[in-house]
């Protein structure tokens, strides 16, 4: 059986942010593959993490894996036993090793605006960890993944291969081609750039014209910023997870994906894109560069400017034109099918593959 390392910095039982499920969609998609997984998990500095590195060092050595992939953490290694074991297994080891290069939001503002001023002043020093480990990083891995072509052109990346989020396979039982109403599902995160407040009053237009139910999924901390919405029968505010929000978006029509056109989020894509098509829905998004470009290609959703009326507009729109909406459902499960974890993972292993020599041979 084929062997490679694995390399997360993340608690293997995390929460289910984009950070902790990209990491596990991408071993178990290995797995899938028919690759012998060799995987380190868990958050670096701590102690359990160090009595990890330890034996993951140990047994590597007794291995011939063909290639590492790691999921880069969201902040920059400052642990001289994480750089030991990567020095170790590229240079000394000699086994290619491929680096999704996950954050680079400490270089924009825009992210921290309205934080906590020492939430802010913590992005300098990140800022340089940022930098210096990226100078490191091209001395020793073979390759970096990236979000998007435009997230490596902006940090000077090279050589990179975009390695955008997967979906799961095209859920099966409630797949509709026509909207049984004008049910519309968020969920994410609640703040002024995840464009809530935006959401929350283009609902309210809509809703002085008609019905249109929102529910919105957040974290139970996070609901300050719905709060003069929360007496609107229009809105319903929940907290599942795994089965119980499988449940809602059953009962959904098309999702939404507010976030505001900031300079950051012109170079990323979310994994919440993916999850939403595997679902089924269309998506209402914000205009972002990279998130119009694969909605576009793929013909599975449509974006608008960043304002309220603009997205009232293309909710109503994407509802009530049938012909638009049937289409755009129709292609969902062929973008669903060709744009699945498995095929991220085949992705960066084919590339991965030729640096790796005769070792694949063996």
Not at 303 to 323: I, K, Q, S, T
Request: aromatic share 12%.
């Amino acid at each position: 059986m084929k062997t490679m390392l694995f390399l997360a910095y993340v608690p293997r039982g995390g929460s289910c942010t984009g950070s902790q499920v990209r990491p596990r969609k991408m071993e178990q998609a290995f797995c899938s593959l028919g690759y012998r997984v060799i995987s380190l998990w868990g958050e670096p500095g701590s102690a359990s993490r160090r009595a990890e590195i330890r034996r993951f060092s140990d047994r590597i050595q007794r291995e011939s894996p063909l290639f590492c992939y790691a999921e880069g953490p969201s902040g920059p290694l400052f642990y001289r036993e994480e750089r030991k074991l990567l020095h170790e297994i590229a240079v000394e080891r000699g086994i290619p090793t491929g680096w999704f290069y996950r954050d680079a939001a400490c270089f924009y503002p825009e992210v921290w605006a309205g934080r906590p001023l020492l939430d802010r002043i913590k992005q300098y020093p990140i800022r340089f960890g940022t930098r210096e480990e990226q100078r490191w990083l091209e001395k020793r891995v073979a390759l970096f993944f990236v979000p998007t072509q435009s997230f490596a052109v902006d940090r000077g990346l090279s050589p990179f291969l975009p390695l955008p989020p997967g979906s799961d396979a095209l859920r099966a039982g409630f797949f509709s081609t026509e909207p049984r109403g004008k049910r519309c599902i968020y969920v994410g995160g609640l703040s002024h750039r995840y464009g809530t407040d935006l959401m929350l009053r283009a609902f309210a237009r809509l809703n002085r014209q008609g019905e249109y139910p929102l529910t919105v999924v957040c974290r139970p901390g996070e609901t300050e910023a719905l709060r003069p919405f929360r007496g609107n029968s229009w809105l319903t505010v929940c907290h599942e997870q795994g089965r119980g929000l499988a449940a809602l978006y059953e009962k959904q029509d098309l999702a939404l994906y507010p976030l505001r056109s900031g300079a950051y989020q012109q170079l990323v894509f979310s994994v919440k894109i993916p999850e939403y098509l595997a679902n089924g829905l269309p998506v209402a998004a914000v205009y972002s560069r990279e998130t119009a470009a694969f909605l576009q290609k793929w013909g599975v959703g449509r974006c608008c400017e960043d304002r309220e009326e603009a997205f009232a507009g293309l909710v109503r729109d994407m509802l009530e034109n049938r012909r638009e909406y049937r289409n755009m459902t129709e292609r969902i499960a062929l973008c669903v099918k060709n744009n699945q974890w498995k095929d991220r993972a085949r992705q960066a292993a084919d590339a991965l593959q030729p640096a790796c020599g005769k070792r694949e041979s063996t």
